[in-house]
């Protein structure tokens, strides 16, 4: 008996490896099709309008985040007439970021509003529910500490999200990849299970909506 439970064992255990590799190169076949027909259109060569109103962008800074004063900066040069830019930061130096950058762009509407750091199951959505009370009229983006957010990348999601006539819309965006071991780890997460999947229902049709912890 112990020696057929070993045998059944063994074949599911090379089942699930087998059927892991195929899932995987599958996936990144179809993310390989889908970047490569994004990278043909006309809407990543930003030549297009902006036409979304004012938003309230929503940046909780992560304590300890290397390279972020980089991120935020190439973040601000992108930021629009009219628009407001929430900064969530606890700690003096983070706060003492915000100050340092709010000078930089005086022609900006740069918040730090005060943000504890409770002990929370999210701290991230702990700091947007203390920050919700600052934010102005119209659409809320939402943007992890250490995303990359260019002119780029900001006119196409907002020129994106007007065409699409929805209320909430979500996108990918880049990490720099700078804020040390536990970043990188963070971003493997996603690559190895967020995005393949979203690549497979993508191709079947049935991708409904993706949603988070901070969207909801």
């Known amino acids: 008996m112990?020696?057929?439970?070993?045998?059944?064992?063994?074949?599911?255990?090379?089942?699930?490896?087998?059927?892991?590799?195929?899932?995987?190169?599958?996936?990144?076949?179809?993310?390989?099709?889908?970047?490569?027909?994004?990278?043909?259109?006309?809407?990543?060569?930003?030549?297009?309008?902006?036409?979304?109103?004012?938003?309230?962008?929503?940046?909780?800074?992560?304590?300890?985040?290397?390279?972020?004063?980089?991120v935020l900066r190439l973040f601000l040069e992108a930021i629009e007439p009219g628009d407001r830019v929430l900064f969530g930061a606890s700690g003096e130096r983070e706060r003492a970021l915000c100050s340092r950058l709010a000078a930089e762009f005086p022609g900006l509407d740069i918040q730090c509003p005060p943000v504890a750091d409770i002990p929370a199951l999210n701290p991230k959505v702990a700091k947007l529910i203390q920050m919700e009370r600052f934010a102005g009229p119209g659409r809320w983006v939402v943007l992890d500490s250490d995303a990359r957010a260019d002119r780029k990348f900001l006119s196409a999601f907002r020129a994106e999200w007007e065409a699409s006539g929805a209320e909430a819309f979500s996108a990918p965006y880049v990490f720099e990849g700078t804020g040390g071991f536990v970043s990188r780890l963070d971003a493997v997460a996603t690559e190895l299970s967020l995005w393949p999947g979203v690549a497979l229902l993508r191709a079947t049709g049935r991708l409904d909506f993706l949603a988070g912890a901070c969207m909801a």
């Open 2 to 70: 112990d020696r057929k439970i070993r045998r059944w064992s063994g074949i599911a255990l090379a089942g699930s490896a087998l059927f892991t590799i195929v899932y995987h190169l599958v996936a990144a076949w179809l993310l390989r099709r889908w970047l490569d027909g994004a990278e043909g259109t006309e809407r990543t060569k930003g030549t297009y309008e902006c036409p979304l109103e004012p938003v309230t962008f929503f940046r909780p800074i992560k304590s300890g985040e290397c390279g972020i004063e980089g």
